[in-house]
């Protein structure tokens, strides 16, 4: 079965950087883009963004450029989040989600940013 | 970008009522539409693609219909288990935006 597990909750000071994790099983990696959601703390869903996981381009959301990275290694059908320099507007959860109409989500990966 | 604004932000009603919350495009998107619910601390739900297809495994009492502009979510009955929010998203085009929520609540 389809399953994006995400790396586990991070606890970061300002100014730091954090890698997430999307590992992907039961489908072929490369058959769909890759989205990054974020949601902050009690509000709603905001797409940050979506790779391409043949190319391995990505495609940024406007307020998601300069600090926020979309990588991939297909030889281990995972997909990465890197945000630097953070910052306490940051804290959220960050979901992996599966296709452009978002059938897969992972579990959620939770940056909280504080001095 | 395009805006998505969902009404109402909030609404409460009774088991078996008849539940519609409204996504307005800010340009037309044809039916490049999807509705997600999210239930309190669960990861979200694909409900509905392409304005009306429900997806698979979705009761049958959830609906959508719509395009351009103006869409609608219909619940037919409510149910305790729907006590969720629901967001609706466009992906006609890039930045695929959300809707600001509907938080569905049990009168």
């Known amino acids: 079965q389809v399953q994006l597990v995400q790396s586990g909750s991070e606890l970061k000071k300002p100014g730091a950087s954090v890698k997430i994790s999307c590992k992907a099983s039961g489908y072929t990696f490369t058959s769909y883009a890759m989205n990054w959601v974020r949601q902050a703390p009690g509000q709603g869903l905001e797409w940050m963004g979506w790779i391409n996981t043949n190319t391995g381009n990505p495609t940024y959301a406007q307020g998601f450029t300069g600090r926020f990275v979309f990588s991939l290694d297909t030889s281990v059908s995972t997909a990465y989040l890197q945000i630097s320099n953070l910052m306490a507007e940051d804290t959220a959860v960050y979901y992996c989600a599966r296709r452009i109409t978002i059938d897969y989500w992972g579990q959620g990966t939770l940056v909280t940013v504080s001095s | ?107």
């Open chain 2, 1 to 107: 970008d395009i805006q998505m604004t969902q009404s109402p932000s909030s609404l409460s009603a009774s088991v078996a009522d008849r539940v519609t919350i409204t996504c307005r495009a800010s340009q037309g998107i044809s039916n490049y539409l999807a509705w997600y619910q999210q239930k309190p601390g669960k990861v979200p739900k694909l409900l509905i693609y392409a304005a009306s297809t429900l997806q698979s495994g979705v009761p049958s009492r959830f609906s959508g219909s719509g395009s351009g502009t103006d869409f609608t979510l219909t619940i037919s009955s409510l149910q305790p288990e729907d006590v969720a929010t629901y967001y609706c998203q466009q992906y006609n085009s890039a930045p695929w935006t959300f809707g600001q929520g509907t938080k569905v609540e049990i009168k």
